[in-house]
């Protein structure tokens, strides 16, 4: 898997961007969003319990992403059809700010390591990749178990600072001095 230091791998992929007609694909690709902090999100399947409860959490926050110029990105190795039709069937997922990356091939997330063998499916896993493309964050979590965003958040935050916080920092909190 790949870890802290990495350079996120290359891809090009088809992404669900909107649900209007004729505005619904786009094709991204690592260097889309250039110059931004990204945090890639993957989640095991489309059309099931916990996925869209971290979706619609994400989507909550991701005001507070953009103010720190970044840009969240969720995938799946589920298509961008289907990404589309749980996007417009699903009322906690219409009209999601971020992109549905579909990974139908499974080429970024085996390059990550975060496939899962033995589902062949994408593992719960987060990657914050900073404006120069190498990971800075990584978490995976057992399938059945969701993620919080605000955390995501808050470690975001403290990589931004490029400073040493301590455990539970928040925005705005004093940093530590090695001296």
């Known amino acids: 898997m790949l870890t802290i230091g990495d350079r996120f791998p290359t891809f090009s992929a088809t992404a669900v961007v909107s649900s209007e007609p004729g505005k619904q694909f786009a094709n991204l690709t690592d260097a889309s969003f250039a110059g931004k902090w990204k945090v ?8 099931t319990f916990v996925c869209p409860t971290e979706i619609a959490g994400f989507a909550k926050v991701d005001p507070d992403f953009r103010d720190r110029d970044a840009q969240l990105v969720g995938a799946s190795t589920d298509s961008e059809f289907v990404h589309l039709a749980w996007r417009d069937q699903h ?10 990356l579909s990974d139908l091939r499974r080429d970024l997330s085996t390059a990550l390591g975060v496939l899962d063998p033995a589902e062949g499916v994408a593992r719960r896993a987060t990657f914050i990749v900073d404006p120069a493309g190498v ?13 919080n965003p605000a955390e995501v958040l808050r470690v975001l935050d ?3 600072t490029d ?16 001296a």
């Not at 890639?40 to 059309?47: E, N």
């Not at 009322?91 to 549905?100: H, K, N, Q």
């Not at 057992?142 to 993620?147: L, P």
Request: charged fraction near 20%; glycine fraction near 6%; include cysteine.
């Open 40 to 47: 890639y999100f993957f989640w095991p399947k489309d059309f």
């Open 163 to 178: 400073e040493l916080c301590p455990c539970n920092w928040q925005k705005g909190q004093s940093t530590l001095n090695a």
């Open 91 to 100: 009322p906690d997922l219409r009209g999601l700010p971020f992109p549905m």
């Open 158 to 160: 403290a990589l931004q």
């Open 135 to 147: 990971i800075r964050f990584v978490e995976v979590t057992d399938m059945n178990v969701g993620r």
